[in-house]
Structures are given as structure tokens and as C-alpha cells.
């Protein structure tokens, strides 16, 4: 048995014993808006429901550990007291991890991860509509559990409002389950889909993707490549170079059969094949080389 005093290990790696340890973790996708408006969204896994009478649910957008920062989504629900907490699906999992990424502040992670904003009934902060279920929050209080990197602050919420696809109820109205196909975090770049198991999802906290706003528009409206899709090619840091795309060209010689095709949806489903490889660079090489 092997028995750590926490105090006698970096944070860096009792965090990543607690996470490894304590999961499946529910994913509160929070979404709140600064003082001037403007909309933030972010994943969190410390998070779950504490009470139904009042409805509570409780989150904490913990202060980094490599350098004591806090996140934007602590520095809203200080300053405005509200947010929506949307739960994830495994449909929208790879776009919520793209939105993860440490993107400027007054950067709209709702555009960079392919989003769209729903507005709110009760609150500020706008609904993320690909989400099955959302709840409108008003912010009781925010508990500084610490000063030091890796301390936590749990955002203490009272459920205003809430709203489910109707997709996700079975038929005596309440939620079904299996349909609502929810996913959850464990240790390391680990998740796990409610009904069937643990795949992975990379952290995109190293690199900075274009995101899914930079995607063109026959892209993102392609009626093959899904969201998941679309937030794996809006993951990569940088797009191939014109001398990359030819090369590709003439080593697969079966992409670039079905490129004289002129087949999108063909292209579209190739593209995909990749990208369920986890090769997002010979998806994106496939798709530009059709826009020669």
C-alpha cells in the first residue's frame, strides 16, 4: 500500500492522485459574461449537486498550479453573480474540450469551440444550445478554499430555471438515462461515456487551436463531419503548409482518387476516417487540398 502525506508532495502531483482517484467526475460547461458583457465559457470537473430543496449546485474553478492565475469564469460569477451550468454529452465532448483552452481574455469560447449562444430566460449569461440539459444559476456564494496555486473556490448556485432537450426524456417525461448519453472526466487526458466506457480526449491546454470559428463555412456545415469532428480540426495549433498538402497527395494515392471524385461527401466521410484515427493533420490536408 502506498501512503502519501500530501503536504510532503508538490501540488502537481496530489492533484493528479486526487483525479486519478476520485471519478467519474460530472462536467459543469459554465458559461458566465464579464462586467462588460462579454461571454465566457469554460469546463469544470469539480462539480456536482448538493441540494433539491433549494435546488444547489456546486462548482469550483480552482486558481492553476503552475502559476497561483484564477480563471476568468471565477472573476465573472465574483463580479455578476450568475451562471449557466450546462451538462455535456458525449455528442459535443471534443468541442467542450477545445473550449478548455486558455484563450485571451474577452475571447468568445462559444465561437472558438463552435458553440452557439442560446439566451437565458432569468440570467445574463447565455445557454449553450448543443447541450442537453441547462441551468440557469444565480451564485449564493464563492468559497476561497485557499490562496496558493491549486486552492479551489466553490461557486455555491441556486437553480433558477431549468431546460431539457425533449430528446433526452423518456416517456413518462423525465430524463432517460441512455439517451442523454452523458460523459464524465477521470485521471489524466481520461473520460468516460456513461453507457458504454473510458475513451480519451487530449488536453488542448499546451497549444492554442484555431479554433472552430476559423473552420470555413463548407466546413462546418457539412452534413457528414459532426461537432466531435469539427472540434478535432479546430484543435490543431496550425493549419499544413501547401508543400505538406502535395506531399500528402502523393502518398495516399486513395485520398486523392476520391478528391478527382469531386464527391464532398465522400471527401467529408475520408476526412472523418482520419479524424477518428486521432489524425486531425490528414483530415485538415484532405479538406484544404479539395479548396485548390
Same mark, same amino acid.
Given at each position: +500500500?502506498?501512503?502519501?502525506?500530501?503536504?510532503?508532495?508538490?501540488?502537481?502531483?496530489?492533484?493528479?492522485?486526487?483525479?486519478?482517484?476520485?471519478?467519474?467526475?460530472?462536467?459543469?460547461?459554465?458559461?458566465?459574461?464579464?462586467?462588460?458583457?462579454?461571454?465566457? *465559457?469554460?469546463?469544470?470537473?469539480?462539480?456536482?449537486?448538493?441540494?433539491? #430543496?433549494?435546488?444547489?449546485?456546486?462548482?469550483?474553478?480552482?486558481?492553476?498550479? =503552475?502559476?497561483?492565475?484564477?480563471? !476568468?469564469? %471565477?472573476?465573472?460569477?465574483?463580479?455578476?453573480?450568475?451562471?449557466?451550468?450546462?451538462?455535456?454529452?458525449? #455528442? +459535443?465532448?471534443?468541442?467542450?474540450? *477545445?473550449?478548455?483552452?486558455? %484563450?485571451?481574455?474577452?475571447? #468568445?469560447?462559444?465561437?472558438?469551440?463552435?458553440?452557439? +449562444?442560446? /439566451?437565458?430566460?432569468?440570467?445574463?449569461?447565455?445557454?449553450?444550445?448543443?447541450?442537453?440539459?441547462?441551468?440557469?444559476?444565480? $451564485?449564493?456564494?464563492?468559497?476561497?478554499?485557499?490562496?496558493?496555486?491549486?486552492?479551489?473556490?466553490? $461557486?455555491?448556485?441556486?437553480?433558477?430555471?431549468? !431546460?431539457?432537450?425533449?430528446? @433526452?426524456?423518456?416517456?413518462?417525461?423525465? @430524463?432517460?438515462? *441512455?439517451?442523454?448519453?452523458?460523459?464524465?472526466?477521470?485521471?489524466?487526458?481520461? %473520460?468516460?461515456?456513461?453507457?458504454?466506457? +473510458?475513451?480519451?480526449?487530449?488536453?488542448?491546454?499546451?497549444?492554442?487551436?484555431?479554433?472552430?470559428?476559423?473552420?470555413?463555412?463548407? @466546413?462546418?456545415?457539412? /452534413?457528414? *463531419?459532426?461537432? #466531435?469532428?469539427?472540434?478535432?480540426?479546430?484543435?490543431?495549433?496550425?493549419?499544413?503548409?501547401?508543400?505538406?498538402?502535395? /506531399?500528402?497527395?502523393?502518398?495516399?494515392?486513395?485520398?486523392?482518387?476520391?478528391?478527382?471524385?469531386?464527391?464532398?461527401?465522400?471527401? !467529408?466521410? =475520408?476526412?472523418?476516417?482520419?479524424?477518428?484515427?486521432?489524425?486531425?493533420?490528414?483530415?485538415?490536408?484532405?479538406?484544404?487540398?479539395?479548396?485548390?
Amino acid at each position: +500500500m502506498l501512503s502519501i502525506d500530501p503536504k510532503e508532495i508538490s501540488t502537481g502531483k496530489c492533484h493528479q492522485y486526487l483525479l486519478g482517484a476520485v471519478g467519474p467526475r460530472p462536467i459543469a460547461f459554465a458559461s458566465t459574461i464579464d462586467a462588460q458583457g462579454r461571454p465566457n *465559457l469554460s469546463p469544470f470537473s469539480f462539480f456536482n449537486v448538493f441540494s433539491a #430543496n433549494p435546488p444547489i449546485l456546486v462548482f469550483s474553478p480552482a486558481r492553476r498550479g =503552475r502559476d497561483n492565475t484564477v480563471k !476568468h469564469t %471565477y472573476l465573472n460569477v465574483k463580479e455578476t453573480k450568475e451562471v449557466v451550468i450546462n451538462i455535456v454529452n458525449f #455528442n +459535443m465532448v471534443q468541442q467542450t474540450s *477545445l473550449s478548455s483552452t486558455e %484563450y485571451a481574455e474577452g475571447v #468568445n469560447e462559444f465561437e472558438k469551440a463552435g458553440f452557439t +449562444m442560446l /439566451k437565458s430566460d432569468l440570467v445574463a449569461p447565455f445557454r449553450v444550445a448543443e447541450s442537453p440539459a441547462q441551468f440557469e444559476c444565480k $451564485v449564493l456564494d464563492v468559497i476561497e478554499l485557499g490562496q496558493e496555486g491549486g486552492a479551489g473556490n466553490l $461557486v455555491i448556485c441556486e437553480v433558477v430555471k431549468m !431546460h431539457f432537450d425533449e430528446s @433526452i426524456l423518456d416517456e413518462t417525461g423525465f @430524463i432517460d438515462q *441512455l439517451k442523454i448519453d452523458q460523459v464524465a472526466r477521470m485521471g489524466g487526458n481520461w %473520460y468516460t461515456r456513461a453507457k458504454l466506457g +473510458m475513451f480519451e480526449v487530449p488536453k488542448p491546454l499546451t497549444t492554442l487551436g484555431i479554433g472552430v470559428d476559423a473552420i470555413a463555412p463548407e @466546413i462546418r456545415s457539412s /452534413k457528414v *463531419l459532426t461537432g #466531435n469532428d469539427l472540434g478535432k480540426l479546430g484543435n490543431v495549433e496550425a493549419l499544413p503548409t501547401l508543400e505538406e498538402i502535395e /506531399k500528402f497527395l502523393k502518398e495516399d494515392t486513395g485520398a486523392a482518387e476520391i478528391l478527382g471524385s469531386g464527391d464532398t461527401a465522400k471527401i !467529408h466521410k =475520408r476526412a472523418q476516417e482520419y479524424l477518428e484515427k486521432d489524425e486531425p493533420a490528414l483530415a485538415w490536408k484532405l479538406l484544404l487540398a479539395k479548396k485548390r
